[in-house]
């Protein structure tokens, strides 16, 4: 397969994601008077039209724009990075139990055999912050090394990782001046996809379409270097995360319970207090 240069196309405007939303897009509807359209017999001048006040612009609308990654942008690359990452920290641990019905029932059980143990009921009131506390430690535990892999693997020179290999690059999104948002896109060759990556945005410039931005970014990148398809993987909790990818094509085709993060050590305590689910999502862009 014969691949573009990743630094082709490489920079693009939000645009706005209704037609409605675009200043000035609609024709301006001026109501004119019958009397402004036939002046009076009496000769008296016509009244002036009203003045047109300009269409007001869309303060969601911001100059945001799409580029190719820079050597001196490593740091705040990082930083955002690092930040995406530890918001999993609660929602895992939290969030994530709602979709744990087995685990649920393990806690439920718990509590009755705690009441039943003690006839307490301040210790069986208690236990469920002790479970709770738990799941934090865990997943704070687990987290945290995969934070730490990632930063010493691929995140700790992106210049090599992704901008040099053909069939790779890495983005960021630049409000002004300012680095908001990141994604990168690796291709592998063996089956002709390209997988999107990496991607988040700062929590401060969340809300402004900049996750779909980069999204197509990376859709752009596989159609001009003639990839069948554009995959993914997520560990997210939250159904933003999820709405957003499918809401850019994606189609979800698998899931894996009890996914192992690297650097888990699958004792029964950590399986106990910390689960997470992978979900894979795949675009087709042509058939092979």
Known sequence: MHCLSPKMVCETKIVAED?????GSKKDT????SSQMWPSLAGSPPSPPPPLTPPKEDPRRDNVY???????????????????????IPNTAFRGLKQQP??????GLLAVMCFVVTKSFLLTCCLPIFLMGMRYYFSRKVILHYLDCALH??????????????GSCFWVAVLDGNVVGIVAARGNEEDNTVELRRMSVDSNYRGKGIAKALGRKVLEFAMLNNYSSVVLGTTA????????YESLGFKHV????HYALPGMTRSLLERMFFQVRYHRYRLQLREE
Do not use: N
Request: no cysteine.
């Open 254 to 257: 698998g899931v894996v319970e």
């Open 102 to 107: 087995l685990t649920q029932l393990l806690y």
């Open 66 to 88: 799409i580029r190719e990654f820079h050597p001196s942008e490593q740091e705040v690359v990082r930083r955002i990075f690092y930040e995406g990452i530890m918001e999993r």
């Open 153 to 166: 693997t691929d995140m700790s020179d992106i210049e090599q990782y992704y901008m040099k290999p053909p």
């Open 237 to 244: 909790v939250k159904m933003a995360a999820h709405r957003l």
């Open 19 to 23: 037609h409605e939303s675009i200043p």
């Open 30 to 33: 001026i109501i004119v008077s």
